[in-house]
């Protein structure tokens, strides 16, 4: 995806601003990108899908504002499809919503492709993965949650590594071409289980923007990501 709305190179790094210094919040994210971050994923919470409250339409503004990658906003909020216009106007290149919030997802999706730009669908753990199978043609991401939402640092769950091989299969057999996306506690090591089963598209918060070298660390993602140290799929 770039921001003319075409599918980016994958494997991506997509680096997730919650985990940022906010009062240098433009710093921070020309910093990741510079370290190599090729998206930036952006988490909006609004106390009620999720506990905590975090970014409007403003912040997703502002850092198109300091920056010139797509920005993958993920919508973690009831009713998003009330939301979609101002985020939309507000310069996000990919909408993602909660299938868990979205009673109505076809008419949802449908309307953020109707502003030109890309749509997700986004699964909690305990969410089947074949609840979303009905829309998959409409998609151009699905996001698997690999932690519960709401808090960037928690532990990887890796039981939602099965989801993952479901989805690629499934993906294969119906010949679509939407990104499989990660997130939540994403490191080389979840990563690359990740990747080998067929996710791509790769959420970090806290290993990129706490590590003491981000540039080495992104470094490092890429690598244990990169087609070269694949290992075979998971059965
Ligand atoms: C969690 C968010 C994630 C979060 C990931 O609800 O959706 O994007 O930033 O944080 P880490 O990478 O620290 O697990
Ligand atoms: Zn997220």
Redesign the pocket.
């Known amino acids: 995806m770039s921001k003319t709305n075409e599918k980016s190179s994958i494997p991506v790094v997509a680096a ?4 940022a210094d906010l009062a240098f919040l433009a710093h921070e994210v020309q910093d990741v990108v510079n370290g190599g971050a090729q998206w930036l ?1 952006i ?1 909006v ?1 609004d106390g009620q899908f ?1 506990p905590p409250i975090t970014f409007g339409a403003n912040i997703v503004a502002a850092i198109g504002k300091a920056v010139d990658i797509p920005l993958d906003v ?1 919508l ?1 909020i009831e009713q998003p499809e009330n939301h979609i216009e101002a985020f939309a106007k507000a310069g996000a290149n990919l909408i993602t919503v909660h299938q868990e919030v979205s009673p109505h997802l076809h008419r949802t999706l449908s309307a953020i492709k109707d502003f030109g730009i890309q749509c997700g669908v986004a699964i909690n753990p305990s969410t089947p993965a074949e609840s979303i199978y009905p829309v998959l043609d409409l998609v151009d991401l699905v996001l698997v ?1 690999t ?8 532990p ?1 769950l890796p039981r939602c590594v099965s989801k993952i091989e479901s989805l690629s299969q499934k993906r294969d057999e119906a010949g679509l071409g939407f990104y499989i996306e990660v ?5 080389p090591d979840s990563a690359s289980l990740c990747r080998a089963a067929g996710a791509d598209v790769f ?6 923007f706490k590590a003491k070298d981000r540039k080495s660390a992104i470094g490092l993602l890429q690598d244990s990501i990169s087609s070269d140290n694949m290992t075979s799929r998971i059965n």
């Not at 959420?203 to 990129?208: C, D, E, F, L, Q």
């Open positions: 997730s601003v919650l985990a994923h988490d919470m999720v993920h973690m949650m932690v519960n939402p709401g808090w960037g640092g928690q990887f997130d939540g506690g994403i490191q959420v970090a918060g806290s290993y990129i």
